[in-house]
Structure formats: structure tokens, C-alpha cells
């Protein structure tokens, strides 16, 4: 690995404290969910669906819905990568006292983290914007199979959202089904572009972020608000900052530490250090 003297050093600034880990999209990639803005990471076709336009455009929704038929199956698919179960182990070990994650895909929760704040929600919950019934995202799958014969033939490359690319247009004959409690618009229970974090899911994060005797941020470019501010606080309050990554971020200049390396190797050094 490159970085070995960094990460030596990382050990080092971990060693003895409490963590409190920040994990992005880079800390997903090894179990094959592409990331954003990630050094290997080709231009996006189209930009991701905003809050907004997914609640105000039915044609909006129609289309995130086609797309999400295709990409559903790849990810609900995807398993925790040794970076996961890593930082599940540094929990365990007492290492890692809580972790927030601005990813979707469910993967601490499948590594076995039990102190885990989604801080975007979660794909594989969808929720009912007019009644709040929630339903797994599995059983929607099936509803829009029925709804949609022969859909899945359709092709196109995975999003980082969950969902996969259509030549434009492809979505306009595709059905959308409804709330089965109440006919109304369903929506994936996670945090688009443009939305705002529930304040019961950022005042648990908070509570998370004050055990921190250091912050480790793990696969972000925290280029996302959402991410950074836990960054800009702990800078704040003199609290170390750590950063695992592959490529420069915009916490940069806040960073006692940085590492660039693949997540999954170095948490895995880090775990048996550690753990």
C-alpha cells in the first residue's frame, strides 16, 4: 500500500482514543456500488435527482422509478467489504464508538455496526409521503415487476443512487405504482440532493460526533454540507481530524492526518492494530 508511513502515523493518532467514524461513498466501492466523485470515477450522464423535482414532477419520479427497477437488484446484491466489517471489528474492540454514514446501501448495518446514524436514510426502506407507511424496498420490487413485464430488459450502467442510466425517453410507457395504504406517491426513505436531514436522525448523529476524541472520515470528498459540518465542528472544538481517502477533500485544510489509500486495505491494518 502506498502511504505506509501515513498510515503507521494513523495508528498512531487512533491508538488509545475514542473514534467516531464519518464514511462516505469511497468506503462502498469495494463491494462494487460506484461512488461520486471518486479519482476512477467517470462524468455522470445526468446529474442525481433532486428533492424537489422527485415530489413536484410525476414525469420525475416516473423516471427514477424505470431506473431503479434496473439498478435495485445490483445493489441489494452488494455485501460488506473488509472496510465494513473493519470498522464493525473497532467497534466491537471498543475502538470505534459510533459511526455516521452518509451512504444508502445499508452495508455497516450488514457488517454487523450497531451504533450507526444513515445519516441520508436508507435504500431499502421506501416511504409514503402522504400517510408515512413505510415498506421494504424489496416488496416494491416485486410490485413494479408486476406492474412492468419485461422491464428488466432493458440495459444500463449502475448509479451511485441505487438506481442505473436510460437512454432518455426509454421511461415515458413505464408504470409507477402507489401507496397500498392510501394511494399515495412513494418515495425511497433517504435524503436527496437539495433535501434536508430529518432533525431526529442530525441530533442523534450529534450525539454520536460528542463521544469523538477523534474524527476519522473515511471515503468522502465531503464536498455534501451534510458531511462536512461534522468536519468544520470538530475543527471547532480542537478535535482531530482523519482522513482516509483517495484523492484531496474539501476538509483538507481541518486534517491533522491524511491518508490516501482504497478504505477497505487500510481499515483492515487499522483493525488489526487495533481490534
Not at 8 to 17: D, N, Q, T, V, Y
Not at 58 to 80: F, H, I, K, V
Not at 108 to 135: K, N, P
Amino acid at each position: 500500500m502506498n502511504g505506509t508511513n501515513e498510515l503507521a502515523l494513523l495508528i498512531a493518532l487512533l491508538r488509545g482514543r475514542r473514534v467516531v467514524a464519518l464514511t462516505g461513498a469511497g468506503c462502498s466501492t469495494e463491494s462494487g456500488i460506484p461512488d461520486y466523485r471518486g479519482p476512477d470515477t467517470p462524468p455522470r450522464a445526468r446529474p442525481p435527482i433532486q428533492h424537489r423535482e422527485f415530489v413536484d414532477l410525476a414525469d420525475a419520479r416516473r423516471r427514477y422509478w424505470a431506473r431503479s427497477m434496473l439498478g435495485w437488484p445490483r445493489l441489494a446484491a452488494a455485501r460488506p467489504n473488509r472496510g465494513h466489517e473493519a470498522l464493525a471489528a473497532l467497534e466491537r474492540a471498543g475502538a470505534v464508538t459510533g459511526l455516521i454514514t452518509q451512504n444508502v446501501d445499508g452495508l455497516h448495518h450488514g457488517a454487523g455496526s450497531r451504533e450507526v446514524i444513515e445519516l441520508h436514510g436508507a435504500l431499502r426502506r421506501v416511504r409514503c409521503l402522504t400517510c408515512g407507511d413505510l415498506t421494504t424496498r424489496d416488496l416494491l420490487q416485486q410490485r413494479l415487476l408486476a406492474a412492468n413485464p419485461g422491464w428488466m430488459e432493458h440495459a444500463g450502467a449502475v448509479a451511485p443512487d441505487g438506481d442505473a442510466d436510460l437512454i432518455e425517453g426509454e421511461a415515458r410507457e413505464f408504470q409507477v405504482v402507489a401507496c397500498e395504504a392510501c394511494g399515495g406517491v412513494l418515495m425511497p426513505d433517504v435524503v436527496f440532493f437539495g433535501g434536508t436531514v430529518p432533525r431526529p436522525t442530525l441530533d442523534a448523529a450529534w450525539a454520536i460526533f460528542d463521544r469523538a476524541e477523534v474524527l476519522l472520515v473515511i471515503g468522502s470528498s465531503l464536498a455534501v454540507f451534510s458531511g462536512y459540518r461534522f468536519v468544520r465542528r470538530a475543527a471547532e472544538r480542537g478535535v482531530p481530524v482523519a482522513i482516509l481517502n483517495r484523492g484531496p477533500t474539501r476538509g483538507d485544510p481541518h486534517a491533522q492526518l491524511r491518508v490516501d489509500a482504497r478504505a477497505g486495505e487500510a481499515l483492515a491494518a487499522i483493525a488489526r492494530a487495533l481490534a
